[in-house]
């Protein structure tokens, strides 16, 4: 019956206790919270205004600014996080020291990932591609969207967007086709046993000389470098701007085989029907 009878002031007390609780806490919950929000849209603000003023400056290479941008909004996360904490009434230094802990957990578990931030960065420092430049390793082409602090975004020659860590583009031998003004374009043509080499030379070199985006210097070239028992190789060398690569090979490929096609100079197509593309 005791129990019974106290057992309305147990609530009571309680209630009383819940409700102390409730108003000292859910307004530090709700502080933080706030805290958080606006931090949160004023670390990408600040992210996204950091990086306009950078690309209308034109003193900062384009290749910088995304990571720059990133290393903005998420230091400034971190100190509202720590503000938001400290607004529940959790000590700084513990926060430090957690954060600490936290970190060095992370890192033994994300080892992978913090290879990508450390190529990111050595990426960045040296350099090897810049954002616009067409790149290629063994597992990936295309040309630079984006360098991040953990990964590379391409535009793949055939359209298709490429996500690249950076661990696989720093550990692996790299090709920039775009970083030196000039390239050199190679031809070979295949010629049947038994003709003109000479001839099919002089038509190879007429084609590639007449071509505007050929450079004079190097100067074109034409030479054999295989004789087949049935065919006779002749690989033409010409040297443009890294810009016109493309449009320069084919168009002096289809040139070259128009003109051959019109002589005995070009391979028989399979079926005996006439000369077809080397």
Do not use: C
Request: proline share 5%.
């Amino acid at each position: 019956m005791n129990a019974l009878a106290s057992a309305p002031e147990q609530l009571s007390a309680l209630a009383a206790l819940l409700w102390a609780w409730a108003t000292d806490f859910i307004p530090r919950i709700v502080g933080a919270a706030a805290v958080f929000a606006f931090g949160y849209i004023a670390a990408k603000w600040i992210g996204r205004l950091v990086s306009g003023l950078l690309r209308r400056s034109g003193r900062v290479d384009a290749t910088y600014i995304p990571s720059i941008r990133a290393v903005i909004k998420y230091s400034i996360l971190i100190f509202v996080i720590v503000a938001a904490l400290s607004h529940l009434g959790i000590q700084t230094t513990s926060i430090v020291a957690a954060l600490g802990a936290a970190g060095l957990a992370i890192g033994l578990a994300l080892q992978g990932t913090l290879a990508n931030i450390a190529a990111g960065i050595m990426l960045l420092w040296l350099r090897p591609f810049r954002v616009g430049e067409h790149i290629a390793v063994d597992t990936a082409e295309g040309t630079v969207h984006e360098i991040g602090l953990f990964a590379t975004l391409l535009d793949a020659p055939d359209g298709s967007f490429r996500f690249v860590p950076n661990s696989q583009l720093w550990n692996k031998p790299l090709t920039n086709y775009t970083r030196n003004p000039v390239r050199r374009v190679d031809i070979r043509v295949v010629i049947p046993k038994g003709r003109d080499v000479e001839a099919a030379r002089r038509i190879i070199l007429e084609i590639a000389r007449a071509d505007h985006r050929v450079m004079a210097s190097p100067a074109a070239e034409a030479n054999v470098t295989e004789i087949g028992e049935t065919n006779t190789v002749v690989v033409a060398r010409a040297w443009t701007a890294s810009g016109n690569y493309f449009p320069a090979l084919r168009d002096v490929l289809t040139e070259i085989q128009r003109r051959l096609d019109t002589t005995d100079l070009s391979l028989p197509k399979p079926d005996g029907g006439g000369p077809a593309k080397p």
